[in-house]
């Protein structure tokens, strides 16, 4: 290992360990708000949290060396936060359905994952190699949950599918599958997808044999807002293609015609579907039937008002009162026992993690590495714009989950394997900086040496 690999395992290493002590202090607040006296399983809490860091972390030192050193504790400190939150809202419920053990568990269950995707993705580009296999495999995840005898409906939105014992939701692998596919696609056709062989008025449009395949995004993401009742994981899709059609092309066209193309189809959508009319209404005007459809929006904005600037403290609060609170509400009731000092350190969390992302992105020099990590990042940030925007009414309210901080063991896996993805890219980036510099370095010898 170089001086500057251990130097970055070392500085990750050290940012992990804040991040975990800052989350005990936290555990220790919610302890002490029930009981003047620390819990007895504070030592076990720490030492299981500080083991599982510190799995992943000699994963990333051992298969990725060269990797950002701040990807990984800053889901540490997310995970961290979402965990104490969930453990606070089960304190209001009987013990059979608490889901904090749930959580752990799945937590492992995304680190193995984590660990697994580092060892078998050696080069990144190999997946490009598979775009067709990805595809499809990525259209059969989106299509599984509307398969008689698997797919599962519940809250009134049909994402999950029963897979033996377990309930599982196959949109959160889609994602990362359809995002390897496009991201392959754009790398193979940006050339013609940026010129364009057709012109329309002031417009050139690339062929259409070229341009059906960016169509699928359009037809997935209606798919997924008319037969799945889902809107949130409709807008995450087509946003997240888009975004990487945007930047492969560098053309704002493409922004805009997909822009009015989703308007058109939700505004179809609302004339024709009535949950999404309803969802849309709850949007607009929640206090109108907020006894029903909009008892939740309001009671998460009750949350935000009674936290103020500094929260009631952990265990303080009533944000069990809100329906899901564990799930879609977790910033709501973040909000209320943090405050906005809280939800703004949850914010910054998620600016530095996707701004991480993104700068692996630009750093990349090989075009299909730089639209991947691109993709990738644009899935975190369209994932926590969609929920924090719906839970504080900015947007109208959807059913995803906020990355790392919400109860969900299929998105905190799929969240996983995208977070070594990028340390995969990342690690990738290094090596080939360090190769071209060692290259420079040779050829200024070379030119010494000459007479």
């Given at each position: ?57 000699l ?26 939150t969930?453990?606070r ?40 190699r ?6 499809l ?49 754009l ?28 169509l699928l ?11 799945q ?26 922004l ?26 709850t949007?607009?005007?929640?206090w ?33 009162v ?27 969390g ?27 990042a ?74």
């Open positions: 290992m170089s001086a500057i690999s251990g130097r970055r395992r070392t500085e990750e290493l050290g940012l992990g360990v804040l991040a975990i002590v800052i989350v005990a202090f936290g555990y220790v607040l919610l302890a002490l708000s029930k009981a003047p006296e620390l819990p007895p399983g504070l030592w076990g809490f720490m030492g299981a949290i500080l083991g599982l860091f510190v799995i992943a972390h994963a990333v030192r051992r298969y990725a060396p060269r990797a950002d050193a701040t990807l990984l504790p800053l889901v540490a400190l997310l995970l961290g936060i979402g965990f104490v969930i453990s809202l089960d304190l209001a419920v009987r013990a059979s359905k608490r889901v904090a053990p749930t959580q752990a568990l799945w937590t492992a269950v995304g680190i193995v994952a984590f660990i697994a995707t580092l060892m078998l993705v050696r080069n990144v580009r190999t997946l490009a598979y775009r067709y296999t990805f595809l495999l990525g259209v059969v995840a989106l299509l599984l949950p509307l398969v008689p005898g698997i797919g599962v409906e519940i809250n009134n939105a049909r994402l999950w599918a029963r897979i033996g014992p377990l309930t599982v939701q196959p949109g959160e692998a889609a994602k990362v599958l359809l995002v390897i596919f496009f991201a392959a696609y790398v193979e056709k940006r050339e013609l997808l940026s010129s364009g062989s057709r012109r329309l008025g002031r417009m050139h449009l690339p062929d259409p044999k070229h341009l059906g395949p960016l995004p359009w037809v997935v993401a209606i798919m997924i807002m008319v037969l009742k889902d809107l949130g994981s409709s807008l995450l899709f087509f946003a997240v293609f888009v975004a990487m059609l945007y930047i492969a092309t560098d053309r704002s066209a493409y805009a015609v997909g822009t009015v193309m989703f308007g058109a189809a939700v505004v179809i959508a609302y004339k024709t579907f009535g949950h999404v009319q309803e969802r849309i209404d949007w607009i005007n929640p109108a039937d907020r006894q029903v459809k909009g008892y939740q929006l309001v009671q998460s904005l009750y949350g935000f008002g009674s936290g103020g600037f500094q929260g009631t403290g952990l265990g303080l609060g009533r944000p069990d809100i329906p899901v609170a564990t799930t879609d509400f977790i910033f709501a009731a973040i909000g209320e026992e943090l405050g906005l000092l809280g939800t703004v350190a949850v914010v910054i998620f600016m530095l993690l996707v701004g991480s992302a993104y700068r692996i992105a630009i750093q990349a020099q090989r075009p299909f590495s730089k639209l991947f990590a691109a993709g990738l644009t899935i975190i940030g369209v994932q926590t714009f969609v929920i924090i925007g719906g839970v504080t009414r900015l947007i109208p309210l959807t059913g995803v989950t906020l990355p790392f901080v919400s109860y969900g063991g299929s998105s905190l896996v799929a969240n996983f394997v995208i977070l070594a993805l990028l340390l995969r890219i990342s690690d990738e980036n290094a090596a080939d900086a360090a190769a071209e510099a060692e290259q420079e370095a040779r050829r200024i010898a070379v030119e010494a040496a000459l007479p």
